[in-house]
């Protein structure tokens, strides 16, 4: 362990955490530009097709944009944690990407508990998101706050649950041990595909994207938590659902779809591939499916996924326990 | 008896849970097949879209066949308007023909509705299918006669206000034009 402190690793590891915050930052904005084109094509439509090759300048466009807005607090907020609140859900998410594995030997970090790492960071942007609705001092925010605490405490429940029995087939909480038995026993979407159900629907109420964007659910609560923000205070809120939704991806990539496991193409492609439909796939159910009503979503939530993540749970366990004998 | 009502109730609730999920699942395949049908998008600029001849755009005022202006400043038109974004002053030539001495339309107030084509006597207010005259400085929105005032006779060929009008002028008497009755005359008793 000593040496791990070494100048070398210590460089190599600023690096690439660099590197990560670099990509993922770019990413996350060019995603927005990807949910638009998406958003198009299956709505029929072009989306933004004129800056550039393919529209693909508009991200420069929207970032000037964005940048340069006037950066303004409203004088009835509660001043300090307004403007802290945007930048929780950001680092949460990017903290989250530490114990992720790109590859057999990319990856910040190998946490041995890095899924409860992932859990917990994934609850903390939470925080921003009741925070925001709470300092807007607004009746829509504070409104908008209220699901989202809601929300997030109902699906966080069986988004753990569900990933249980993944930890119970590996043997580990290390998201790369998780990933080196699925090697052996193969991609864990076919043993645990109620698990990956629930984790996904957990998942994308956990990022708040449609249909489960009921904190900011615009045609009844203006734009819910962050009807008060404007400029890069919204737009870190932006970034941090774009990251939400990489984050999400790629954690089904690597606990159900076997991370970087795959043939002919280096690990780090098969990683970003997998990675890549799952994003459109967000994009998907974002174009498709309608939201529900607040209380259909608490309904549905606690009525159906905790008792199948749970029934889920006790079945992994009993076939594992007759398997071991 | 109760425990079956129950059951069956609960039955009717767990399809009900299914079919909604199924539906939800059918959904998403049915949208994903929207990847493969083509956009319905018209990129405007250089797909111009087809704008038929009788389209309500762009206000002009139009001359008769032998080139005089058509509008007697009659100020229907102006009376006419919804948002009063036209303006005129009457003047009359030396042969008693009335015309607009000046006449303005406000195309920032116009929502080319057409009722002053409609409200027009003479045919010289008409709307034509030009829709494309945004302007960066609001003032060159404010057209002037100048501006307005085409050569041709617009959508009617033919028309000559002052040879169906029963109008005298200098030259012409009530009833001397070709296409003009003589005047009855109402103090007669004959028919």
């Known amino acids: 362990m000593n040496s791990a402190f070494s100048l070398q690793s210590i460089i190599g590891t600023v690096l690439g955490i660099s590197v990560l915050l670099v990509v993922l930052l770019s990413s996350a904005a060019v995603l927005i530009w990807l949910e638009r084109r998406l958003l198009g094509i299956w709505q029929d439509r072009l989306g933004p097709n004129r800056v550039g090759p393919l529209g693909i300048g508009q991200v420069v466009a929207d970032m000037i944009k964005i940048f340069t807005k006037e950066d303004w607090v409203p004088p009835f907020a509660d001043r300090s944690v307004f403007i802290l609140a945007p930048s929780i859900v950001v680092i949460a998410m990017l903290m989250a990407f530490v114990v992720i594995p790109f590859s057999p030997t990319l990856g910040i970090s190998d946490l041995n508990i890095g899924l409860l790492f992932f859990l917990a960071m994934s609850s903390l942007a939470a925080y921003s998101v009741m925070l925001a609705g709470y300092s807007s001092n607004n009746k829509y925010s504070l409104i908008g706050g209220l699901r989202a605490a809601a929300q997030t405490v109902s699906y966080e429940v069986f988004m753990g649950l569900a990933l249980m029995g993944v930890v119970i087939l590996a043997d580990s909480f290390n998201l790369r041990h998780i990933v080196q038995a699925q090697e052996q026993q193969g991609w864990f979407i076919i043993p645990q595909f109620c698990g990956f159900v629930v984790f996904l629907i957990a998942g994308i109420a956990e990022s708040h994207r449609l249909p489960f964007d009921l904190p900011e659910a615009e045609h009844e609560i203006v734009a819910g938590f962050h009807t008060e923000y404007s400029g890069m205070k919204f737009g870190l809120f932006f970034i941090g659902e774009y990251l939400g939704v990489i984050l999400i991806s790629s954690m089904i990539t690597t606990l159900f779809f076997g991370g970087w496991l795959g043939p002919w193409l280096p690990p780090l492609a098969w990683f970003i591939l997998k990675t890549f439909v799952f994003i459109c796939f967000f994009i998907l159910l974002r174009a498709a499916i309608p939201r529900p009503r607040y209380d259909q979503l608490m309904l549905f939530g606690w009525k159906f996924m905790l008792p199948l993540a749970l029934i889920n749970l006790v079945a992994t366990g009993a076939v594992v326990l007759v398997q071991e004998g | ?191």
């Open chain 2, 1 to 191: 008896m109760l425990d079956s009502t129950k059951s069956v109730s609960t039955r009717r609730e767990w399809t009900l849970w299914v079919r909604e999920i199924w539906s939800q699942v059918k959904t998403l395949g049915t949208v994903l097949q929207h990847t493969f049908s083509k956009a319905d998008t018209v990129e405007y600029p250089e797909q111009k879209p087809y704008t038929p001849p009788r389209y309500r755009a762009r206000i002009i005022l139009s001359r008769d066949p032998d080139g005089e202006e058509r509008c007697v400043a009659c100020n229907l038109c102006a009376a006419a308007c919804p948002v009063d974004c036209i303006a005129l002053q009457k003047a009359e030539d030396e042969h008693g023909r009335w015309y607009p001495e000046w006449f303005r339309i406000n195309f920032s107030r116009c929502i080319v509705c057409g009722l002053c084509e409609e409200a027009c006597p003479t045919y010289a207010i008409q709307l034509t299918p030009d829709f494309e005259y945004c302007e960066y400085n609001r003032q060159n929105m404010v057209y002037e006669k100048d501006d307005l005032l085409i050569s041709g006779p617009g959508k009617y060929h033919d028309y000559n206000f002052y040879r169906v009008s029963g109008l005298a002028i200098k030259g012409k008497d009530k009833g001397q034009a070709t296409s003009e009755e003589q005047p009855v005359d109402v103090k007669s008793l004959l028919p």
